[in-house]
């Protein structure tokens, strides 16, 4: 099966995640993601994309350990976007509104992917955001570092990434992290698919060129993005790092239970 399945109603693409048990960040999922996004970019009929879950517990737990425990120590990074600050960075240069529909779970590459939408949108009791890197001994390593303080700002964002702890969908929506968070899901999905409606109707032109304005009034997000690369390389690299990342592989750590638990800070 697929992990995302795509489908288009009157200009909007409602692209939904099902890539059990976890929806684990996973190269399969990786890579359907970045599919998707280049095709509906090039998609003439679509002005707005959606992306929610099947799992109404996960929207995406986190991106695979076990892929960064892969990455080559050498070479480092270099003056161009790796493949993953690449595709989450599309979501928000496409020329269409992309907006993250989050029922559920959505910490690390996960949460990074929903920063790099548009618009982020949650359910009370249900959505939970964050960046638990600090606790395996490394930094968020796909935007997280460079998205987060954008919408949160500094010092919070410091407390999420350093704090490694949840995050709830009320206070995700007080700090910007969320644009709102709704009581019931069917609270949530009744006003994003009005929404998506609204911006549909709206030229195609209109849509991309109100994007640029928009990003025109904050700094470039690329030059960060090279140097959280960098770092992340460093301490993924480091012996402290990987101990901390094999241990949480090792002890089921991506287990659909330790998700649902958030077990990430029993990791000795």
């Not at 697929?2 to 059990?20: F, K, S």
């Amino acid at each position: 099966m697929a992990p995302l399945a795509t489908r288009i109603e009157d200009g909007v693409a409602w692209v939904t995640i099902e890539h059990p048990p976890t929806n684990l960040f996973d190269l399969e999922l990786m890579m359907a993601f970045d599919a998707a996004s280049r095709s509906l970019a090039d998609d003439a009929d679509v002005r707005v994309v959606v992306v929610d879950s099947a799992d109404p517990d996960i929207w995406i737990a986190h991106a695979d350990v076990s892929l960064i425990l892969q990455i080559p120590a050498e070479p480092g990074p270099g003056e161009d976007l790796g493949f993953f600050h690449a595709m989450v960075d599309r979501w928000r240069t496409m020329p269409k509104a992309t907006i993250a529909l989050v029922e559920g779970i959505a910490r690390g590459g996960g949460s990074e992917l929903a920063l790099s939408m548009d618009m982020r949108f949650g359910v009370i009791g249900r959505t939970v955001l964050g960046q638990p890197e600090s606790l395996l001994g490394i930094l968020p390593g796909g935007s997280g570092t460079q998205r987060l303080p954008r919408l949160v700002g500094r010092g919070r964002a410091l407390e999420v990434v350093l704090g490694g702890a949840d995050v709830d969908a009320e206070t995700a929506a007080a700090w910007g992290w969320l644009n709102r968070a709704f009581a019931s899901a069917t609270d949530a999905r009744s006003h994003v698919r009005e929404l998506a409606r609204r911006i549909a109707s709206v030229p195609a032109g209109v849509i991309e060129s109100t994007k640029l304005a928009v990003d025109a009034a904050l700094p470039p997000v690329e030059p960060g993005l090279v140097t959280e690369a960098a770092l992340f390389h460093a301490l993924a690299q480091g012996d402290e790092g990987r101990r901390r990342m094999r241990a949480f592989v090792d002890g089921g750590g991506q287990s659909r239970a330790s998700e649902l638990a958030g077990v990430i800070e029993q990791v000795p």
